[in-house]
């Protein structure tokens, strides 16, 4: 979904903006994969020692 607005919006060639349509996709999800993982390690219960 991203590629066909760089390509149109940018004029950049279609290679060029698939990869670089990955590499935005690939940053959004890993903050968005920490971002998850720190909310659920936050909620866990932690063990009485």
């Known amino acids: ?3 066909p607005v760089l ?3 940018l004029a ?5 903006a698939t990869l670089l349509a990955t ?3 690939k ?3 890993n903050t968005g994969a ?3 993982c720190e909310t659920w390690e936050k909620s866990l219960v932690k ?3």
């Not at 950049?12 to 060029?16: K, T």
């Open 1 to 3: 979904m991203l590629a």
């Open 7 to 9: 390509v149109s919006g």
């Open 12 to 16: 950049l060639a279609p290679a060029i």
């Open 23 to 25: 590499l935005i996709i």
């Open 27 to 29: 940053k959004i999800a």
């Open 34 to 36: 920490k971002a998850i």
């Open 47 to 49: 063990p009485a020692i």
